[in-house]
């Protein structure tokens, strides 16, 4: 019952390092998502992919990157780490996208410094 | 204006009380609606999809209307254990958003003895 997994869980980065935040779902979902969510604040989405070799921007992308090889990963990746990416970053999936229920994994807490 | 809007909150009730949630969206071609729940520091989960003719699932009910674009939630008796955040999500399954969720800020529900 894996479902979706983040790793890592936590991590602190200095300004203008780099990193990739995995996410990987095992129940053979087309529709991935990556969202970052601030203090007090509501999730925004950042990517999402609707398939394998698919990906589209969500309302804040920039300084991210992603990439979709397969169905079950789908990697963020921060190229130069700045203070104002600090936020708690949810990976998410869902089967079709409509009618469905989207499974979220635990979150990776990320703190840059 | 915001894509997802929701009572701005919080809403602070005793137990046992009524109360209702209303949240607002702004794409005509949103084909998908949901409501999740997020306790503190954890992910948001499915509390329940929302459909046209109205759903419920025991103390909770779910309304929409496509002609005012508006979705409610609606918790009876309420529980301590209701303490969370309401989170309206809405999914446009059309047109350049594609597959694309949108959360709105959520709103906080504090129940208290």
């Known amino acids: 019952n894996a479902g979706v997994t983040q790793t890592p869980k936590f991590r602190i980065l200095k300004i203008g390092q780099s990193m990739t935040l995995q996410c990987t779902q095992d129940?053979?979902?087309?529709?991935m998502y990556w969202y970052r969510q601030d203090p007090g604040m509501g999730l925004k989405l950042i990517y999402y992919?609707?398939?394998?070799?698919?990906?589209d921007k969500g309302e804040v992308p920039n300084g991210y990157n992603v990439s979709r090889s397969t169905t079950e990963d789908f990697p963020l990746r921060l190229e130069l780490a700045a203070p104002s990416q600090t936020s708690v970053y949810f990976c998410?999936?869902?089967?079709?996208?409509?009618?469905?229920?989207?499974?979220f994994g635990d979150g990776t807490r990320l703190s840059i410094l | 204006r915001k894509e997802v809007e929701q009572d701005p909150g919080p809403f602070n009730v005793p137990e046992g009380a009524t109360v209702a949630f209303n949240c607002t969206y702004s794409?005509?071609?949103?084909?998908?609606f949901f409501w999740y729940r997020q306790d503190c520091r954890k992910e948001p989960k499915l509390l329940m999809s929302?459909?046209?003719s109205g759903n419920e699932d025991g103390r909770f009910t779910a309304q929409l209307n496509r002609a005012s674009q508006y979705i409610s939630l609606l918790i009876r008796d309420s529980k301590l254990s209701d303490s969370a955040t309401y989170l309206c999500?809405?999914?446009?399954?059309?047109?350049?958003?594609?597959?694309?969720?949108?959360f709105g800020q959520g709103t906080i529900l504090t129940v208290h003895p």
């Open positions: 998410a999936s869902s089967y079709r996208g409509s009618e469905e229920p989207q499974h």
């Open positions: 129940m053979n979902h087309n529709y």
């Open positions: 992919s609707v398939g394998a070799g698919i990906t």
């Open positions: 794409n005509s071609a949103s084909q998908s």
């Open positions: 929302v459909y046209s």
């Open positions: 999500v809405v999914l446009n399954a059309g047109g350049t958003s594609y597959g694309k969720l949108t």
